[in-house]
Every structure is written in C-alpha cells, then in structure tokens.
C-alpha cells in the first residue's frame, strides 16, 4: 500500500469515526471546543504514525485510545495546577471509569450523545450559520472547503464562521449540555438545519470518491426520529423526517454495483423501499396536522413525495412539484430552488423553456462554483439536440464537481454528448474531438 492509499484509508476511517471521538471527549471533558481540537490532534497523529507503523488492525479504536489518551493528559495537566498530588490518581481513575464506549448511550432527556452534540453546537450565542457550520465540521466531518460549498460561500468566509465560534463557545464558558423545556425548542430550528445538511452530505457527498456515505444518512435519519419524539408538535421536525424517509427509500437504487451514479429517471424502482416510503408518508400527515403544510422541510418533503409514489418515471406529477417548487421559492428566495424548479418546468413545458430560466441564473455569483448549474444546462441542451453546447457545459460541470463518482459520471455524460454531435454532423470536430 503506497503512501498515499494509506492516507485515503486515515481520511476514510477519520469520517466515520470523527463524531464518535468529538462526542466521547466531549463528555468527558465537558468542553466541545477543546474535544474538536483534541480530535484534529488524533488525526495528526494517525497521519504521523499510520504510514511508518502500517494500518492498526482496528482503527477506530487506535483513533479512540489516543483521543482519550490526549484528553486524560490534558486533565493531568490541569490537576495539576488545581489538586493534591494524592488526589490525581482517584480523579483520574474516576474519568477512565465513566468514559463512554463507541455505542454509549446515557439517561437523559435526549438520551443520544450525537444530538446533544449537535445541541451544544447549536447555542444561541453563536449566529445561525455559525452553528450549521461547526456541526458540520465536528459531526461530517466535512473540510472548510466542503462546507463553503455546501452553503455555496467563500472558504474564508466559512473559516472565519469555525473559528469565531469556537472562541465564542470557549470564551463563555458553556458545558456540553442537554437543553431542555423553552431553551431546546429555541435551538430546535438550528438543529433542524444541521440535520438536514448531514443527511444531503450523506445522500451526495460533496468530495471523496464515494457518491454516497449511507452512514451519514442514517445517522441523520436516527436524530429525525428522535427529535420527532421530543418535539412531538414541531410539524418541522415531522417534515424533515418525512424528507429524510422519502430520499433514503432511493438509496439501493441511486448507484450500480461499482457505485456510480444513476439519474433518477433511471433507477430500477423495485428497489425502492416501500416500507421507508410509507413511513416518510405517516411524518408528512403529521407535519400537515400540526398545520405546517407550507414549512420548508414539509413543501420539499411534498416534493420528494412525487417521486416515491409514482410507480413510473412518465408517472411523476411534474406539475405539482413545479408549483410545490414556486411555494418554496415564494418562502425562501434562492437560486439554488430556481435551478430545481427550472427541471419541473422542463418536465412539464419542454426543455427550451427550462433553458431561459436557467441561462438567467448564469450570473448568480452564488452559482459561479455550483457544478450543478451547468449540469442541468448540459442536459436541457442535449435534450433539444444541441449536442456540442452539451458536452461543453458537461465538460464545465464535471470541472466543478468536488466528488470523484460524479465528476466521472459528468465526463462520460460530456463523452456521449460529444459522439452525439459527430453523429449529427457526420463528421468529427476537432473542438469536442
């Protein structure tokens, strides 16, 4: 194994097992800021000594004997300064003892370290996209620059978010803690956001060489039901279960057998999960019930609802999503539901008339980076015909694309473009040669 696989196996291992070092750490230190630090040094570490030593036979757990060996130094350190010698060993015995395992779970109002991870992150001291961002990087373990493309801002931007709210969250002196009663239903909302950008990390993942990381789903899938269970009257939390559910029933259908993608229209729906779909339908009615029918979460759940229930690709109420799609537009103004909403208006009206709206977004600065823009380009051209403008703006969006299954998969969709139009031709442009 060459250097550089070594550090993919660190980098993958480190994904998986990155929320579940911060959490532990964080209970036992009681300081979510200095757990995060804690945890990139155990990172360093692994990309220090995995590549002289080889891959231990169990990585997570090397990951977690050194985070904890970390933490238990620091709090030696700070003993130390602040208790008798004769009382260091029984402090420290004391913490060993309550360390929690990997699959931990503890008595409480939350009951699941993850979410009140997720909680702490979201503190109403730190500004709303400061809380996304760190909950990103501590739970996704996403990059500064995976969550700026998320947000489709700056790496800068982003960096400075991290970095301000860490000091804010250190600087005050907060515990890692469990809200409860009105203080858990202001953070809600936040921690609404921060699931919902888990479960679309999990769902395409924005770098990495896989298109999909079914953990993270899952994981965010998890927190869902659990907030449905403590906010049993927020309709948003039953919308974004809903969401989750209906998008996680594609999941066996969305990539082949060597993990490449699968466009919607092409998926094999026998293998779309039934039961998932049923559920996601419950959490939908409930969100209606509690009056939240036009909530965020709830119109693309709505959406996402078309889909699941219809049984073929040319049975899909396009209409529908196309107004559910203006209703959302009308509640948040993005370009990013412009983009989607210009798809349904395709479906329903032609491609021509996709295309005007999505040649008006070209000088969103918000999209300049945003590899699906011209993705979406390329294959209303190439459904008019126009075959090498296609390959072109293929060719663009896999330039964009951060995750290696999907950049391939634009260049082979460029590919085909390219072959269409020498058809068309009847001869070969040296330009798309």
């Known amino acids: 194994m060459t250097r550089d696989d070594v550090k993919r196996t660190i980098l ?3 994904r998986v097992e990155q929320p579940r070092l911060i959490t532990s750490l964080s209970r036992m230190l009681r300081d979510v800021p200095l757990a995060e630090d804690l945890t990139q040094e155990t990172l360093i570490a692994a990309l220090e000594h995995w590549p002289a030593d080889g891959i231990p036979d169990k990585p997570g757990a090397w990951l977690m004997a050194t985070a904890k060996r970390r933490a238990l130094d620091h709090l030696r350190h700070v003993s130390m300064r602040t208790q008798k010698h004769g009382m260091l060993a029984h402090d420290l015995a004391r913490e060993q003892d309550t360390m929690p395992d990997l699959d931990s779970r503890f008595d409480d109002d939350i009951g699941d370290e993850l979410l009140r991870l997720i909680f702490t992150a979201c503190h109403p001291l730190l500004s709303r996209e400061a ?3 760190l909950a990103l990087r501590m739970i996704c373990g996403l990059t500064t620059e995976e969550i700026a493309r998320a947000f489709l801002q700056a790496e800068t931007t982003i960096a400075q978010r991290i970095v301000r709210a860490k000091r804010t969250l250190s600087d005050s002196g907060l515990a890692y803690e469990t809200p409860r009663g009105a203080e858990l239903s202001e953070r809600l909302a936040s921690v609404l956001e921060v699931v919902y950008l888990i479960f679309n990390e999990g769902y395409t993942a924005a770098r ?3 298109w999909l990381r079914p953990q993270l789903c899952n994981e965010a899938l998890r927190i869902g039901r659990v907030l449905t269970s403590i906010a049993p009257s927020e309709p948003e939390a039953h919308g974004l279960l809903a969401l989750m559910e209906f998008n996680a029933s594609r999941m066996a ?3 082949d057998a060597a993990g490449e993608p699968i466009l919607l229209t092409d998926q094999n729906r026998a293998l779309w999960d039934r039961l998932q779909i049923r559920r996601g339908q419950l959490a939908l009615a409930r969100a209606r019930e509690l009056g939240g029918a036009g909530g965020f979460y709830a119109l693309q759940a709505a959406i996402a609802a078309c889909h699941a229930e ?3 690709p040319d049975a899909t109420d396009w209409r529908r999503i196309a107004t559910l799609y203006g209703d959302l537009a009308a509640l948040l103004d993005s370009p990013v539901i412009a983009l ?11 491609p021509r008339a996709a295309l005007a709206i999505v040649d008006g977004l070209a000088d969103e600065p918000t999209l300049k980076s945003y590899h699906l823009l011209p993705s979406v380009r390329g294959d209303l051209l190439h459904r008019l015909g126009r075959f090498a403008e296609a390959h072109t703006a293929f060719e663009a969006a896999a330039a964009l694309a951060g995750n290696t299954r999907e950049r391939e998969f634009l260049k082979r969709r460029a590919a085909a473009a390219a072959r269409a139009a020498q058809d068309q031709d009847g001869r070969t442009d040296p330009s798309i040669a």
């Open 12 to 14: 993958g291992v480190w």
């Open 131 to 133: 809380r996304a961002a």
């Open 310 to 312: 219809a049984d073929a």
């Open 340 to 350: 989607n909403r210009a798809v349904a208006i395709g479906m329903v009206e032609g």
């Open 253 to 255: 259908a969305r990539t």
């Open 208 to 210: 990495g060489d896989e």
